[in-house]
């Protein structure tokens, strides 16, 4: 569900210059169509959307479900559609730009917890210049054993290669296992 103005039906975000990426964090009641009531001021005012994240098994302070909607637009536009959600009655808890474009998945296979988990993720924010969105820890047998991770990371538009490069290396480093998301696709 993206909707771009007339103006900028034609403009190339990597081109124009004049698009940026902003994340824009929500609270919604549980109720059916409060989502889609989030997303229209959005579409309506020429945002583009690039990802919602709904965290409905996950309840805010307030009883209320969080949301986090990345989207993008013109820097003269972002403070109409945060003031366009507002007048639509959408709880808005955090508004911002957000460096980042692209948002990739990882696996990481082997002796986490032994290798420090932590030092790990450290490590791919600082050389591999990505953000941990989201890491989800499966060790079935103990934390003793192998386990895997799977990291959502946020990163530069077009940096896909030098980000798993980096990534590739820090596992050899740790002897981890690396899967990574599969590429391209286009015939």
Do not use: W
Not at 25 to 39: K, Q
Request: with cysteine.
């Amino acid at each position: 569900m993206t909707a771009v103005s007339d103006e900028s039906a034609g403009e190339d975000a990597e081109t124009d210059g004049g698009v940026r990426a902003y994340t824009v964090r929500l609270e919604l009641v549980d109720e059916p169509g409060e989502l889609l009531r989030a997303l229209e001021p959005i579409a309506n005012s020429g945002g583009n959307l690039l990802s919602i994240h709904h965290e409905r098994g996950n309840i805010t302070p307030r009883g209320h479900i969080p949301v986090e909607v990345d989207l993008e637009c013109p820097p003269d536009r972002f403070d109409g559609i945060v003031d366009a959600l507002r007048d639509a009655g959408v709880n808005v808890i955090q508004a911002g730009a957000e460096q980042y474009g692209e948002e990739i998945n990882v696996v990481l296979v082997g002796d986490l917890v032994d290798t420090d988990l932590s030092n790990t993720l450290s490590r791919i924010e600082d050389e591999a210049d990505a953000v941990v969105r989201d890491l989800s820890l499966a060790a079935p047998d103990g934390t003793a054993a192998v386990s895997s991770a799977r990291a959502r990371l946020a990163i530069d538009s077009g940096r896909t290669e030098a980000v798993l490069a980096a990534i590739r290396s820090i596992g050899s480093d740790k002897e981890l296992t690396v899967v990574e998301p599969l590429l391209g696709g286009e015939a």
